[in-house]
Nanobody
């Protein structure tokens, strides 16, 4: 059974930072691409960042809105993906979800507010 579990969300002031984690079980991040999405209230789910597995290495892609502020990474040994979020602003407030293959986690809430 595949499970993805996000953690690390919370309340942060504008300009602050958070690091989200997505721990996977039942599927390996080594051979599967993985991504972060987010969904704000009343808005559609949108792509945030992805890590594409290419052999032992990989490449990353980011939405324009987070480029230069967010960094996606992975720890293969822990089968965990991370999203380092810096310079957060209120527009980043959303539920952040990780996904791989056809599987989605439940999400973790990120709220950016003074």
């Amino acid at each position: 059974q595949v499970q993805l579990a996000e953690s690390g969300g919370g309340l942060v002031q504008p300009g602050g930072s958070l690091r989200l984690s997505c721990a996977a079980s039942g599927i390996s991040f080594r051979s599967n691409g993985m991504a972060w999405y987010r969904q704000a209230p009343g808005k559609e789910r949108e792509f945030v960042a992805e890590f594409i597995s290419i052999g032992m290495f990989g490449s990353t892609n980011y939405a324009d809105s987070v480029k230069g502020r967010f960094t996606v990474s992975r720890d293969i040994a822990k089968n965990t993906m991370y999203l380092q979020m810096n310079s957060l602003n209120p527009e980043d407030t959303a539920i952040y979800l990780c996904c791989t293959s056809v599987y989605w986690g439940q999400g973790t809430q990120v709220t950016v507010s003074p």
